[in-house]
């Protein structure tokens, strides 16, 4: 995409003009662009001396929806049923919808489920239940998440830590958490 800003005619009046392929971009992108290039030309007419940095690139009613309308994650469940449980009815209803995405790698409700469950059951075989604090020690990745579920399914809460910490920090989370 190719925009251009000029003045033809030395009237003092901008022009802008944008050449986009057709099939890359729809008129909503282009509206979009062009209240930006406007948001942008405005600050630096109301203000000569601003700095690259202070320009704000999204209009006001972008960052309206960013801030409050894209981050409204609010949403009602029931309260009386476990984080497990709700993840198990996910299981039922989509099974082979894609649950993780990670590295280019995708891993579906059912699998992720059948992970889960999997280490759920030697944890419960470890006597891990019920208010027991199992610590977990892994960088982002399947494991942690198939490691957390787990921990939930046994009944126990667990406590993250990250590797990157140094062996004293991580000694002394183990042992005031009792995990």
């Known amino acids: 995409m190719n925009i251009h800003l ?4 030395d009237t003092g009046s901008l022009d802008v ?7 890359r971009y729809d008129s909503r992108d282009i509206e979009d662009i062009h ?7 405005k600050q630096v007419l109301n203000n ?5 940095k202070d320009i704000e690139i999204v209009t006001s009613e972008e960052k309206q929806k960013i801030l409050y ?14 984080v ?8 039922e209803k989509t099974p082979d919808a894609v649950a993780l995405v990670f590295e280019n790698k995708v891993m579906t409700y059912k699998e992720l489920n059948e992970k889960a469950n999997s280490l759920a059951y030697y944890l419960r075989n470890k006597n891990i239940g019920r208010n027991d604090i199992v610590g977990i020690m892994v960088n982002r990745s399947f494991e ?3 490691s957390i579920l787990a921990v939930l399914k046994s009944g126990g809460a ?5 590797p990157e910490y140094p062996v004293e920090r991580i000694t002394y989370m183990l042992e005031n958490s009792k995990s």
């Not at 000029?6 to 005619?9: E, F, I, L, V, W």
């Not at 309308?69 to 476990?82: I, L, P, Q, R, V």
């Not at 497990?84 to 299981?91: G, I, R, S, T, Y």
Request: hydrophobic share 40%; proline share 2%.
């Open 144 to 146: 942690m998440i198939i």
């Open 48 to 52: 000569s001396e601003i700095m690259l």
């Open 35 to 41: 209240k930006r290039i406007l948001h942008i030309i």
């Open 17 to 23: 003009a944008y050449d986009y392929v057709l099939s």
């Open 6 to 9: 000029y003045d033809m005619n």
């Open 69 to 82: 309308e894209f981050n409204d994650t609010s949403f009602e469940y029931d309260k009386t049923k476990t």
């Open 158 to 162: 667990y406590i993250p830590i990250d």
């Open 84 to 91: 497990a449980k709700l993840f198990e009815e996910q299981v």
